[in-house]
């Protein structure tokens, strides 16, 4: 099966900029995840959708950060404005349903590596 | 107190030996463990799982998890060059979702 795209793989703009990222999950994986993996670190979630539902947002800092879920497949993820400290891996992660382990195992993306200047 | 606590390492080690990496967590209400690997510029793999206390053999990998001292372990046996990468600790509750430990960076030295 193929894994889960993300594009682009690496981009650099500066403070006050905006940007976005784009995901497409595993065929027929019903959640969708958003991690932000700052170097050194373990994977934030930063929003969970379950189809085109947003299941858990907590993290998303909302006021820069907007993501969706068109369709309940392709997802984007956009900062605007970015910030210094938004430097970091963007990783998309899809699984069958929203549990964990082997009968849900997350799959995730290769990331997109964001350096914000 | 961090929810989940991982020794950042680097850990450098010859090819052959036993790796025993770590983490500690604070909530009891953690019901899967799991062990993923992330290789340099790529995203994180599960590499393995368990939910109950004890061990879990897979290969030259054994998870071992202690629910009465909230303390799980990842053992690789013969470990081999190729095994090199940061090993990331992950826990699931229902409540919680799933919290990564900061990972543990791992070298296999030939």
């Known amino acids: 099966e193929a894994g889960v795209a993300q594009s682009p793989r690496y981009k650099i703009i500066e403070k006050r900029q905006s940007v976005a990222f784009w995901c497409n999950p595993i065929s027929g994986h019903a959640t969708l995840y958003w991690y932000q993996q700052i170097l050194g670190q373990g994977p934030k979630l930063l929003i969970q959708f379950q189809n085109n539902g947003v299941v858990d947002d907590s993290q998303l800092p909302k006021d820069r950060f907007s993501a969706e879920r068109l369709k309940g497949v392709d997802s984007t993820l956009k900062i605007q404005p970015a910030k210094l400290e938004d430097s970091a891996v963007y990783l998309c992660?899809?699984?069958?349903?929203?549990?964990?382990?082997?009968?849900?195992?997350?799959?995730f993306g290769n990331g997109t590596r964001l350096t914000v200047t | 107190q961090k929810e989940v606590e991982q020794d950042p390492g680097p850990l450098s080690v010859p090819e052959g030996a036993i790796v025993s990496l770590n983490c500690t967590y604070s909530n009891s209400a953690f019901q899967y463990f799991m062990w993923y690997r992330q290789y340099s510029r790529k995203g994180p793999e599960l590499l393995m799982y368990t939910y109950s206390s004890g061990n879990k053999e897979d290969g030259r990998f054994t998870a071992q998890v202690d629910k009465s001292s909230k303390y799980i372990s990842l053992f690789i046996r013969d470990s081999q060059p190729s095994d090199s990468a940061t090993y990331l600790c992950a826990l699931y509750s229902s409540a919680s979702k799933i919290i990564f430990g900061s990972g543990t960076r791992l070298s296999i030295r030939p």
């Open positions: 992660a899809s699984s069958w349903t929203g549990g964990a382990g082997d009968n849900s195992p997350l799959h």
